[in-house]
Nanobody, 122 residues
Framework: QVQLVESGGGLVQAGGSLRLSCAASRRTWSTYAMAWFRQAPGKEREFVAT????????AYADSTKGRFTISLDNAKNTVYLQMNSLKPEDTAVYSC???????????????WGQGTQVTVSS
């Protein structure tokens, strides 16, 4: 079992930045991939970014590539999502997830955090 707790969401103006954190209850990087997904009101959950901890390989959605960066701090058992140049369409609840393989599909992830709200004003 892995417990995940997100933090760092909030309200920011378009063009601004936020850094989300996802603290894991135990070290997961050697056996799990970590990912961020988001869900806007009335829309399906959407892939944002993933990192396979043991290799450091990352992948991003086209909509976030070049603006968002996923990273991890081994010592703190924490995954981060640095979000720059935010747009109103980035407004959503952002959730982190852990799974056995790096994937863009939410069904491939077994453990989920509760989510943190990110609101970008125009």
């Amino acid at each position: 079992q892995v417990q995940l707790v997100e933090s760092g969401g909030g309200l920011v103006q378009a063009g601004g930045s936020l850094r989300l954190s996802c603290a894991a209850s135990r070290r997961t990087w050697s056996t799990y991939a970590m990912a961020w997904f988001r869900q806007a009101p009335g829309k399906e959950r959407e892939f944002v970014a993933t990192m396979y901890g043991s290799s450091g390989i990352t992948a991003y959605a086209d909509s976030t590539k070049g603006r968002f960066t996923i990273s991890l701090d081994n010592a703190k058992n924490t995954v981060y999502l640095q979000m720059n140049s935010l747009k109103p369409e980035d407004t959503a609840v952002y959730s982190c997830a852990a799974g056995s393989k790096a994937s863009r599909r939410d069904n491939d992830y077994n453990y989920w955090g509760q989510g943190t709200q990110v609101t970008v004003s125009s």
